[in-house]
C-alpha cells in the first residue's frame, strides 16, 4: 500500500523533503513506446501518480523515445489512453526525443571536459574489452584523442558520415572501476533509422542509461523511481547528473518488478503472442495488458486496489494472479447487476404449465445492494436450463435435477423432473418436468425443502448469446526453453447460450453478476445488438484467501 508502512519510498521522499534536500515532488513515468502497457506497468504507474499526489507533487508522463527501431505512434497512443482510463492525469506529456539536441550539446560538453570520446571499436571489441568482476578492462586504443580531433568525429557522425556501428561515443570514466558499468560506456551510437517523432533528423541516438538521467534533469524530476535491475547503472546515474549543466539533481530509486503467477510480462514476449496470432491483438482479454484486462472487465479500481496491496519493496516476488481477480470482485460486488444466463442449453417443458401464458416475477437486481431495485423476468412452459443441471444416472449428493428429483428454480417455482427425451446419438435434449403452483418464490411456501437451486432462463424471449471463458493464458507448470512451450491451448472456451429478456439493450463495457457463473463483461470488440458477446471476467469463487 502507498499508504503503508511497506512502502519504502514513501519513507524516502518524507526524509528528503524533511530534510530540505527536495522542497517538492515531481516523479515520471516513462515508458518506451514499443508495446502495449501491462499490469506490471500499472504497479509503476500508481505508484508513481499516486507517490507524487500524496506530496502535492507532479508526474509527468514521458515517452522513452530513443530507439527508433521498435517504437510506433500506435503504442503512444494506447498508452496515454490506458494512463487516462486508470484515471491519472499526468502534469506534462514528454517525449525524450524533445531532448535530443539539448543532450548533443550536453555530450560535446562532456567532450570538451575531456569527459568522453569517440570510439571506433565495434561493439564486440567493447564488450570484450570491458573485462569481468575479478579483472579490469582494457583501455581503447582510441580512448586517448585529443578534444579537438573527438568533437570533429562527434559532430561527423551526427552529420551522418559513418554507417551504423563504425562509431561510438563513450564516456570516459574508468576502465578498472569495480563496477563495470562504469568501465566508460556507451553513451550514443549511430542508427541510420527514421524516428516516429523526429524523422530522419537524427542518425546518431543516445544510450537509455545516458538519455534517461539528462530526461529526469531536464524535466526536473526528484524522485527517478525505476526497476532492480537498473541499481548497477545508479553510479552512471548519478556520473551523468553531477557532470549535466543543470541545477536540477534528481536521485533514482529502485523496487521490485511484479511478476504474477501463469503470465507473461515482457513486451517482447506479449508481442510475439501478438505476432504470431496466439491472441485476437494486444487487448486481448487473456493478455495481462491493461487494454485486456479493461476488455475482459476488470474495473480500474480493482487494478489500483491491487498494485496499493501489493506494495512496494526491494526483493523480487511472485503474485499470485488470483489476488488481482479478488480485488475485481470486491469491486464489482456492489454495483453489478445479477441476472441469470444459461452458457450450455437444455430445454425444459414444464408440461402441466398452460400453454402460450407467461408471467413475469420480480427478482432483486443484487441482493447486497436492496438500493438498485427489482427487475421482471418471465417464466412460462419451456425454459433453459444448463446441461450440467441435469443428470440421468447421478451419483450421490448430486442434488440437481435428475428423473423423480425436485429442484427450486431461483426466483420462480419447484419444478420435478418425470421424463426426457434423448436425440439419436443418446444426448438428452429435452426434459419434461412439472411445477408446482404453491411453491412460488416470494409466497412463503414452506411444505418442503428441496437441495438444489438452478438458475434458468424462459425459452421465448430469452435472447441469444455467446459467452467466452477463459482460463490462464499461460502454464506454468509446463515451462520450457521458449516461453511458447508454456502457452495453455485451451485458454478460451467459447459457448452460446441464453441470457434474459432485459439485457436485450446491454452497452459494451456492461459488467454483470450471472447466477452462479461468475462476473461478465460485454465485449467491446465483438458484441452487437443483435449478436451480444459475454466475456467472463472472473469466477464468483476462488480457494484463494488474502
Ligand atoms: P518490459 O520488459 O515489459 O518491456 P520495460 O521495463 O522495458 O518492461 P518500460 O516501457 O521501459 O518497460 O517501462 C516503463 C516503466 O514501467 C519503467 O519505469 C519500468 O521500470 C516499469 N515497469 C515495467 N515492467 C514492470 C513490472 N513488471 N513491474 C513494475 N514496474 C514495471
Ligand atoms: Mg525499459
Ligand atoms: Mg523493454
Known amino acids: 500500500d502507498v499508504n503503508s508502512s511497506s512502502n519504502f519510498i514513501k519513507h524516502i521522499v518524507k526524509k528528503d523533503l524533511a530534510e530540505g534536500t527536495y522542497n517538492h515532488v515531481v516523479t515520471r513515468f516513462p515508458p518506451e513506446p514499443n508495446g502495449y502497457l501491462h499490469i506490471g506497468h500499472a504497479k509503476s504507474i500508481v505508484l508513481n501518480f499516486e507517490l507524487a499526489d500524496e506530496f502535492d507533487g507532479t508526474t509527468n508522463l514521458r515517452f522513452d523515445d530513443t530507439n527508433p527501431l521498435k517504437e510506433d505512434q500506435e503504442y503512444i497512443d494506447a498508452i496515454k489512453e490506458d494512463i487516462a482510463w486508470l484515471g491519472y492525469e499526468w502534469e506534462n506529456l514528454c517525449y525524450a526525443s524533445n531532448y535530443f539536441e539539448e543532450m548533443y550539446e550536453q555530450a560535446k560538453k562532456l567532450i570538451r571536459q575531456d569527459d568522453a570520446y569517440v570510439d571506433d571499436l565495434n561493439q564486440d571489441e567493447i564488450r570484450n574489452m570491458r573485462g569481468t568482476f575479478e579483472e579490469p578492462g582494457q583501455e581503447s586504443p582510441h580512448r586517448n584523442r585529443s578534444v579537438e580531433e573527438n568533437l570533429k568525429l562527434f559532430e561527423e557522425m551526427k552529420d551522418g558520415k559513418y554507417g551504423n556501428g563504425e562509431k561510438v561515443l563513450r564516456a570516459k570514466i574508468d576502465m578498472a572501476s569495480p563496477n563495470i558499468n562504469m568501465r566508460d560506456p556507451v553513451m550514443y551510437r549511430i542508427s541510420h533509422a527514421t524516428h516516429h517523432h523526429t524523422g530522419d533528423t537524427w542518425c546518431i541516438y543516445p544510450m537509455y542509461t545516458y538519455a534517461h538521467p539528462m530526461e529526469d534533469v531536464i524535466e526536473g524530476v526528484t524522485h527517478s523511481i525505476c526497476t532492480l535491475e537498473f541499481q548497477d547503472q545508479r553510479p552512471f546515474y548519478d556520473w551523468v547528473v553531477a557532470h549535466a549543466d543543470h541545477p536540477a539533481k534528481p536521485k533514482q530509486i529502485e523496487f521490485a518488478r511484479l511478476n504474477l503467477t501463469n503470465t507473461v510480462m515482457s513486451k517482447r514476449k506479449l508481442k510475439q503472442l501478438v505476432d504470431e496470432s496466439y491472441v485476437d491483438g494486444w487487448d486481448d482479454p487473456r493478455m495481462p495488458t491493461i487494454s485486456g484486462l479493461r476488455r475482459r472487465g476488470f474495473t480500474p479500481e480493482s487494478i489500483k486496489q491491487f498494485c496499493r496491496e501489493i506494495g512496494v519493496a526491494k526483493a523480487d516476488n511472485l503474485v499470485d494472479f488470483r489476488m488481482l ?5 470486491e469491486d464489482l460486488k456492489m454495483d453489478a447487476p445479477r441476472t441469470m444466463s444459461v452458457l450450455k442449453p437444455l430445454k425444459v417443458v414444464i408440461t402441466n404449465y398452460p400453454e402460450g401464458q407467461v408471467e413475469w416475477l420480480d427478482a432483486d437486481v443484487n441482493p447486497e445492494n436492496p438500493e438498485m431495485g427489482t427487475r421482471k423476468i418471465p417464466f412460462s412452459r419451456e425454459i433453459y436450463i444448463e446441461q450440467e443441471d441435469f443428470m440421468e444416472d447421478p451419483p450421490k ?9 425436485e429442484v427450486r428454480l431461483k426466483h420462480a417455482y419447484f419444478i420435478k423432473c418425470n421424463d426426457f427425451v434423448k436425440d439419436d446419438d443418446g444426448n438428452v435434449v429435452e426434459l419434461h418436468c412439472t411445477y408446482d403452483p404453491e ?11 428441496v437441495k438444489g437451486t438452478l438458475h434458468f432462463v424462459e425459452a421465448t424471449k430469452a435472447v441469444p448469446a455467446e459467452f467466452r471463458l477463459y482460463d490462464s493464458l499461460i502454464d506454468d507448470e509446463k515451462s520450457g526453453d521458449d516461453f511458447l512451450e508454456a502457452v495453455n491451448p485451451d485458454s478460451l472456451e467459447v459457448t452460446h447460450g441464453f441470457v434474459e429478456e432485459n439485457m436485450k439493450h446491454v452497452f459494451s463495457q456492461d459488467k454483470f453478476q450471472f447466477f452462479r457463473h461468475g462476473y461478465f463483461n460485454v465485449d467491446s470488440k465483438d458484441s452487437r445488438k443483435d449478436h451480444l458477446v459475454f466475456n467472463r471476467i ?5 480457494s484463494f484467501k488474502l
Request: no cysteine; hydrophobic share 25%; charged share 30%.
Open 325 to 329: 481477480e479478488h480485488f475485481v470482485r
Open 397 to 405: 449428493k448430486y442434488f440437481r435435477l435428475f428423473p423423480g428429483n
Open 439 to 449: 411453491t412460488k418464490s416470494g409466497s412463503g411456501f414452506e411444505g418442503r425443502k
Open 538 to 542: 472472473v469466477s464468483l469463487k476462488s
